[in-house]
């Protein structure tokens, strides 16, 4: 049985060993990486502006940062937040009003493993497999300039498609499996760093430590839903009292209709 990538003990677990770190940077960046030391809740010192914001694992080549975050509830702010903390990355390379130039190019991998609430300007939801945003010129006439390279890359094992590229669609059918079919689980096991992984997150091979830790974090999980579920219906309560449209109020509390009429 599979442990489930979406808790972030096991997840971590996993991607901090050097073997699986470089294949999944191998295959979703298409780059070969040399990575000394891994780290998990990284921070900046001195922090920037006045976020105390933290990586989930981090590492550094000589030219090169590598952030890969992984996310189960997917918030409407998600994308501006990973936007923020790969600037952060960008911003803390600067060391005073004098230097500009960034040395290290940046690459920041999120995983969601939850349907997007995301939706574009048009009210159209997400519902992407691979969204990329670049730091990069363009000409006038949509050519790409390679002047910095950076990349953001947000990937979402949900809308797994047959154009996904194979290899990005191992892990995220890795990352899937894992969190709904972790009995009976189908991938990819002639992909070095997906039997890496596989081996790594099989329960038997998990110690009572780090299964202890994934247990709590799923219970503190759990109980934050509940949480939410509960001021969700608050909100719907007191839209509805005050005569607002049923649609309306499934819109901005992410309620069922059915639900909404039962409260």
């Not at 947000?154 to 194979?166: E, F, H």
């Amino acid at each position: 049985m599979l442990l489930n990538l979406d808790n972030e003990v096991y997840f971590k677990r996993a991607f901090t060993r050097r073997k699986i770190f470089k294949c999944f940077v191998k295959d979703i960046l298409g780059i070969d990486v040399e990575v000394g030391k891994i780290d998990t809740e990284k921070r900046f010192s001195p922090k920037i502006g006045f976020i105390n914001f933290k990586y989930d694992i981090y590492a550094e080549t000589i030219d090169k940062r590598i952030i890969i975050e992984i996310q189960k509830v997917d918030y409407d702010y998600n994308l501006d937040r990973f936007l923020l903390y790969h600037n952060m990355a960008l911003a803390e390379q600067r060391k005073n009003s004098r230097e500009y130039k960034i040395e290290k190019t940046v690459y920041t991998i999120v995983v969601i493993t939850e349907p997007y609430v995301v939706r574009d300007k048009n009210g159209m939801l997400l519902k992407n497999d691979i969204l990329v945003h670049k730091t990069n010129f363009f000409t006038d006439d949509g050519i790409e300039l390679p002047l910095f390279n950076h990349k953001l890359i947000c990937l979402n094992p949900n809308y797994i498609t047959a154009k996904t590229p194979v290899p990005v669609r191992d892990w995220l059918n890795l990352i899937y499996e894992s969190i709904h079919h972790p009995k009976n689980y189908q991938v990819n096991l002639k992909n070095e760093g997906i039997r890496e992984t596989v081996n790594t997150i099989i329960e038997d091979n998990i110690g009572v430590e780090i299964r202890t830790l994934g247990k709590n974090r799923e219970a503190a999980k759990s109980a934050r839903k509940v949480y939410d579920a509960e001021i969700k219906r608050e909100i719907a309560t007191k839209m509805k009292v005050d005569g607002c449209n049923l649609e309306i109020i499934a819109k901005y509390t992410e309620l069922s209709l059915e639900e909404i009429e039962k409260l």
